[in-house]
């Protein structure tokens, strides 16, 4: 993403009591558009510049954390995300409550890229600073932060919150798939909050901020660094490419597709309990690659797999990446006819996964992959139906293990101020 | 250990400002120009005057009991003016002080035991008086209190671990360990505040510099756990550090009591305490040898909570939230660390290695969600 186009005019850096920190150079470019950072949606945000035309959605800019849907979703995709998944330790529903009022009112602050609380500095010098202070000085950087509450937070069981009568049946703990090795440690999870930004320290500091202040009340369970994007959800854009060097989610769900977002992924009034109307379904998979192994496999062999060329992303005996498909001109086991909607009864999601690389494994190989995150009106149509398809038959899956997993129900978008994450499904 | 504790160097640089005081004993006989009297005996401490110019303080004592008595000049939290030890039965002394205005005690302890008995004495003008809260003065004295009580029954226990040391006897070294460092874990930021002490006594092997011999250069409590447990051995060298334990644990005992103290280092001292337990004893790194992480862990968490107790009055009424959170942490945590103990009664904890991941995570989370209250008492203390 181009961002040459923005002022550089120095951020406030007073990260104090709530000032206006980095907000106050939002979007002040003229006609400062950035070269493929394209209106990603209805939520996207719209911000006008001096002559009146809108700069939306440029890298750097805040995008508006309040609306039908939650920000993070449709809205453009971000370069960086760090993903947290949380056990609640709360001992009941009022800690819960509270906690998810004191994210809310945190979240609403830092994407708009102020500090939480009483700020980072200038406070009293005997207390700890609010704020972590690391992001005074930066831009919003299109900070999204999203929730999910997973299938154990609604665990009958003990029934910790009186959530056990409100589980979503979509919320279906997800089955195992042939090939799977799935680390407990890397799995599951009671809540999960998904940042993405353009700038990694300032997703980085949203998961330690909300982390912070909710220690007493949740637990980090697990956490995913992905440092680029390989889906997006501006078509217009350049199609980001894989850890496998082949550009990703050509066909996925646009932004600005209203019909395919109410279709395929936002949950319809009616279709589950109505606090999820307007929600969705995510899947987080940690899908490890063998990297070393996949680069030495030939290029037709690599394409055979994806069936889709490499340079270009064009489907097999096509010219262009968006030329349709045909699909029985591709082997029955490569990845993008499997896939495809036409091969599972039309099912789709709105995928923004990312590259993620978690340094070495200790037997000299990357410990690298793609950490998949898919938006959906209901997994039991989308990622269930297509991942079995996938799992059985793939020819990618020589060359990956799904080695982490997680399901979780994403609330409907916080309204205005007075709304918070969640509050459809306690009232 | 860990090197640095700035909070506590920030309160020392408070204190420093608020009451710049020299201090020395000097022997010479009693009496002189302007000195005041103090008549100790068995059962009293008179003082023949009990208001005086602030300034050069000068106290002509003696000794008419039968004991062995020392006298203290302290401050209102018990912090040590200066002081005089070791004045035999029908000796004489002098001390002598630079003091500035304000309330002050002095203190006879015949036997050179125990509180002592206390005067109320007061320097007047010479500046002025810097504002005190009772309440808060309380909590510093019971405090310096505490970490006196935690350095005198160290000893004892320390010279155990010594003499099975010397005696060659490791399961009886082994068995005596992890009970003479109760006492230093509990007290351990102020026991670090004392720069020279805590190298000499818990260094762990990885805190070494570079040039610095573990044969020669390391010393004090974890270089005999490695004897005991990795190496399996007692050597002469061995022995020779187990002597020096007990006088490097001596000289910290005898400073215990001039430690700077305020109600900021306590509270910062209690979130420290917290901090040793995430840095050392969650990771398994303080006890690699022995592995008795867990009692480290407990008397961490023991020291904290008497800080936070003593404050607690002064704190729920700037923050009751606040003491309301710490009170269901606090006890969040003692209930989880009792699982790792039979008897709540006994510092016998399971052996760390055998504490797999999970619950170690599970402690580590019960630590953070303490530890981020526990960083918020200093400002409640303050406000």
Redesign the interface.
């Known amino acids: 993403m181009g961002d040459t186009t923005h002022s550089d005019e120095p951020a406030d850096t007073t990260g104090g009591t709530r000032a206006p920190s980095r907000r106050s150079v939002i979007g002040w470019g003229g006609a400062g558009l950035a070269l493929g950072a394209a209106v990603a949606g209805g939520t996207a945000v719209a911000l006008r510049g001096p002559d009146g035309t809108e700069s939306a959605g440029s890298a750097g800019a805040a995008v508006p954390f309040h609306g039908a849907h939650q920000a993070g979703i449709a809205t453009a995709v971000p370069d960086r995300l760090h993903f947290a998944a949380f056990?609640v330790?709360a001992k009941d529903r009022a800690g819960l409550i509270q906690l998810l009022k004191d994210w809310t009112a945190a979240a609403a602050l830092m994407t708009e890229g102020r500090a939480v609380g009483e700020g980072a500095f200038g406070g009293?010098p005997?207390?700890?600073p609010d704020d972590t202070g690391e992001a005074v000085g930066l831009r919003p950087s299109r900070l999204t932060l999203t929730i999910g509450f997973g299938p154990s937070l609604f665990t009958a069981e003990g029934d910790r919150f009186g959530l056990a009568g409100r589980r979503p049946d979509a919320l279906v703990d997800l089955p195992k798939f042939p090939g799977d090795n799935l680390d407990p440690?890397r799995s599951g999870g009671d809540l999960c909050v998904q940042a993405c930004a353009d700038d990694p320290q300032v997703a980085v500091h949203a998961i330690r901020n909300l982390a912070?202040i909710g220690?007493?009340?949740i637990?980090i369970r697990w956490s995913q660094l992905g440092f680029g994007k390989t889906s997006s959800t501006t078509p217009d854009a350049q199609t980001p490419r894989n850890l496998f060097g082949f550009k990703d989610g050509t066909r996925n769900v646009a932004g600005t597709d209203t019909a395919a977002l109410d279709r395929h992924v936002w949950v319809s009034p009616g279709a589950g309990p109505d606090w999820m109307a307007g929600g969705s379904y995510l899947v987080a998979r940690r899908i490890a690659m063998r990297i070393e192994t996949w680069d030495r496999t030939s290029l037709k062999e690599q394409e055979d797999v994806f069936g889709r060329d490499k340079g270009e992303g064009a489907a097999v005996g096509k010219a262009k990446e968006h030329d349709e498909p045909f699909l029985k001109s591709m082997l029955p086991t490569s990845h993008v006819r499997l896939a495809h909607p036409d091969s599972n009864g039309g099912a789709r999601m709105l995928r923004r996964g990312y590259s993620y690389t978690d340094g070495t494994d200790g037997l000299g190989r990357l410990d690298a992959g793609l950490f998949f995150l898919a938006y959906q009106h209901d997994v039991r149509e989308a990622f269930i139906p297509v991942q079995r398809a996938l799992s059985r038959a793939d020819a990618l899956n020589e060359y990956i293990q799904h080695v982490g997993s997680a399901v979780f129900a994403v609330p409907p978008g916080v309204r205005d101020k007075d709304d918070w994450w969640g509050r459809e499904l306690f009232s | 250990m860990r090197p640095s504790r700035l909070s506590l160097v920030t309160a020392l640089a408070a204190v420093a400002a608020l009451t710049t005081v020299t201090a020395c004993a000097e022997k010479s006989d009693a009496g002189g120009d302007g000195a005041i009297e103090v008549i100790a005996t068995d059962t009293s401490c008179e003082v023949s005057k009990k208001e005086f110019p602030a300034g050069h303080l000068q106290l002509a004592v003696e000794n008419k009991g039968s004991k062995v008595t020392e006298v203290y000049v302290l401050f209102p939290d018990d912090r040590i003016v200066t002081e005089r030890e070791n004045i035999g039965a029908g000796t004489k002394a002098n001390i002598t002080a630079e003091i500035k205005a304000g309330d002050y005690e002095i203190a006879c302890k015949p036997g050179m035991r125990g509180k002592g008995i206390r005067q109320q004495v007061k320097a007047t003008g010479g500046g002025k008086t810097v504002q005190r809260d009772p309440a808060l003065d309380a909590a510093v004295a019971a405090y310096r209190q505490y970490t006196l009580e935690q350095a005198e029954e160290t000893l004892p226990k320390a010279k155990v671990f010594a003499q099975a040391v010397k005696a060659g006897d490791i399961e009886a070294a082994k068995r005596a360990y992890a009970d003479s460092r109760i006492g230093w874990e509990r007290t351990e930021p102020v026991a670090e505040s004392f720069g020279d002490i805590d190298p000499k006594v818990d260094l762990r092997a990885d805190g070494l510099e570079e040039g610095q011999d573990p044969e020669t250069d390391w010393t004090g409590w974890h270089r005999l756990e490695k004897s005991l447990w990795e190496d399996k051995k007692i050597t002469p060298r061995d022995k020779e550090l187990a002597d020096l334990l007990i006088t490097d644990l001596t000289v910290w005992q005898k400073k215990v009591g001039t430690a700077e103290i305020t109600p900021t280092s306590m509270a910062n001292g209690a979130k420290e305490l917290l901090d040793e337990v995430a840095t050392g004893k969650v990771t398994g790194e303080e006890e690699r040898y022995s592995h008795t992480d867990l009692v480290d862990f407990k008397a961490n968490v023991e020291g904290a909570e008497k800080s936070y107790t003593l404050l607690k009055p002064v704190a729920s009424k700037n923050d009751a939230a606040l003491t309301g959170e710490l009170d269901t942490q606090f006890a969040a945590l003692n209930t989880l660390l009792d699982k790792y103990r039979a008897d709540k009664t006994s510092y016998v904890f399971t052996s760390y290695d055998k504490v797999g991941k999970a619950e170690r995570k599970e402690l580590s989370d019960a630590v953070n969600a303490l530890a981020e209250p526990l960083s918020k008492l200093a400002a409640a203390v303050v406000k």
Do not use: N, V
Request: charge should be neutral; proline fraction near 8%.
């Open positions: 056990d330790t009293l005997e207390a700890p440690a912070r220690f007493g009340r637990a």
